[in-house]
């Protein structure tokens, strides 16, 4: 079965540094997401992506965040000065079609910020 | 203020028990969500459903749309159960509401 593939599985990185997480989500899939979830927390809504643009985002989005689809399969989240409370677990979602489809998650790219 | 809330947020149940977790939402939705999240952190849809119930092996899900409630059921739980499970329903436009989830143990 196809699924959302997430690399890497877990980035150690210094306070003010940029990353780059990386997401291939489902082939035919259209609508892409990031999700971010703090130890112990919630999963957070971040970002969602459709046509080559954002379609919403929340307030966690920032200026310090971006989005790029820079190759039609590649979607990326991109911290631009990681500070200590960006550390978290990242999760790339995508889906086929707007309502009622199902999401698809990749495994998580475990965020360590030092 | 908490689009999705879910209970309990902790339940611990022995082998064998039939477990329900519960999920009420306050905003309008096309259908809810019930995701599971591995120990490890991976998560995995189990049911989207926007009407009655669906049965996938030992769990079941049922909705009543309009008193906007959701439950899981899982029955002859298992020690490989034990997971959070996640219930999240989709806002008006291109997001999700997720609920703090609810962490279960099945003790063998």
């Known amino acids: 079965e196809p699924e959302v593939t997430q690399t890497p599985s877990h980035q150690v990185t210094q306070m003010g540094q940029e990353v780059i997480l990386r997401c291939v989500p489902i082939?035919?899939?259209?609508?892409f997401y990031w999700y971010r979830q703090i130890l112990g927390q919630k999963v957070e809504f971040l970002v969602s992506f459709y046509n080559n643009e954002i379609s919403e985002k929340s307030e966690i989005f920032d200026d310090q965040f971006s989005v790029e689809r820079p190759d039609g399969s590649n979607f990326t989240l991109k911290i631009r000065s990681t500070k200590l409370e960006d550390s978290a677990m990242y999760f790339c979602?995508?889906?086929?079609?707007?309502?009622?489809?199902?999401?698809?998650f990749g495994n998580g790219t475990r965020l360590t910020v030092t | 203020k908490n689009e999705v809330e879910q209970s309990p947020q902790n339940l611990t149940a022995q082998e064998g028990e039939f477990i329900t977790i519960n999920c009420s939402y306050s905003v309008g939705i096309s259908a809810l969500h019930w995701l599971q999240q591995h120990p490890g952190g991976g998560i995995v849809s189990l049911f989207m459903?926007?009407?009655g119930k669906k049965k996938h092996g030992r769990l079941i899900a049922t909705i009543n749309i309009q008193e906007k409630h959701s439950s899981l059921h899982i029955t002859a739980s298992h020690p490989r159960d034990s997971a959070v499970y996640i219930c999240?329903?989709?806002?008006?436009?291109?997001?999700?509401?997720f609920g703090t989830g609810t962490s279960l143990t099945v003790i063998p």
């Open positions: 999240a329903v989709p806002s008006t436009g291109n997001q999700f509401y």
């Open positions: 459903l926007s009407s």
């Open positions: 979602a995508s889906r086929d079609r707007f309502g009622n489809s199902p999401l698809h």
């Open positions: 082939s035919n899939h259209l609508y």
